[in-house]
């Protein structure tokens, strides 16, 4: 089974194709997996690894490794152009999530004053008032759309709520409007079970539209697969296809990036 990616709540910086140098902050545990979705194209694995035993970093923890981290790299003059909240789970499940966000804001001002705070969430704690406030308080509220279906979103992302829905999930990221971007994950193939999955079709990108309409985000990220999969059996959308879909959403007035 394929595991974890991070084993350290601060690790890094790397580089990401869509954000530059990145210094990361994992809010799951270093040795499991804690997520509302369990997605298809997760880099981290499958849920079904388990949470494993090191727990959620504390507030506090984040903090101090955090800080070590950064004053380090300023005394080595590092670049760095993001503190980005991604890891092995959903970043905005943490309990403290507001709170890390205050400390992470502090000590950015601190430390790299210049420097964005991203934040990659699966929007299934949109309806969270504290995790809403703490997304206005970033720079890239970056939030996940791969389909305006539902059954799309059952078999692509797979979340664990019974009572996650597409109509609803929609009207929570629209609140943000142009304070946020929305990334869509694009893919074809099969789940484990055989079942098909394609977010390419006329009818995804039509209502993926819609859906952009509502929103009204500051743009919209398009991208595919990058690294393995734990589902063997999905395929990459060519940059050539991603570009055309992109022409399609941009002539309906939405900003759009590929990569």
């Known amino acids: 089974m394929q595991r974890v990616l991070f084993h350290s709540t601060i690790f890094g910086p790397i580089h990401s194709r ?7 902050v994992n809010l799951s545990p270093n040795d499991g997996k804690v997520c509302t979705f369990d997605c298809l194209y997760c880099e981290a694995g499958y849920n079904a690894q388990g949470p494993g035993t090191t727990g959620l970093p504390s507030r506090a923890q984040v903090a101090q490794q955090l800080e070590a981290k950064l004053r380090q790299m300023k005394a080595e003059g590092q670049k760095l152009d993001v503190i980005t909240f991604s890891g092995n789970g959903e970043p905005t499940a ?10 992470v804001i502090a000590l950015r001002d601190k430390y790299f004053p210049a420097v964005k ?14 995790v809403e406030s703490a ?3 970033v720079d890239n509220n970056i939030v996940k759309l791969d389909s305006a279906i539902d059954s799309t979103i059952r078999v692509l992302d797979r979340p664990t709520s019974a009572r996650f829905n597409a109509d609803e999930v929609i009207r929570q990221i629209a609140r943000f409007g142009p304070q ?5 994950m694009i893919l074809t193939g099969r789940d484990d079970n055989g079942n098909p999955v394609d977010n390419t079709t006329d009818t995804e990108i039509d209502a993926l539209i819609d859906a952009y309409r509502r929103i009204n985000p500051n743009e919209v990220m398009l991208y595919s697969i990058d690294r393995p999969t734990p589902a063997r059996n999905l395929h990459k959308v060519s940059r050539e296809e991603l570009e055309r879909i992109a022409e399609r959403i941009r002539r309906a007035g939405i900003a759009v990036q590929v990569s």
């Not at 869509?18 to 990361?24: A, F, H, N, V």
């Not at 946020?180 to 869509?184: A, W």
């Open 117 to 130: 705070i991203s934040v990659l969430s699966n929007s299934t704690q949109l309806g969270r008032p504290e």
């Open 18 to 24: 869509r954000l530059g140098t990145s210094l990361g």
């Open 135 to 137: 997304l206005r308080r």
């Open 94 to 103: 943490h309990p403290d999530f507001g709170g890390i966000i205050d400390d």
């Open 180 to 184: 946020c971007i929305v990334q869509t």
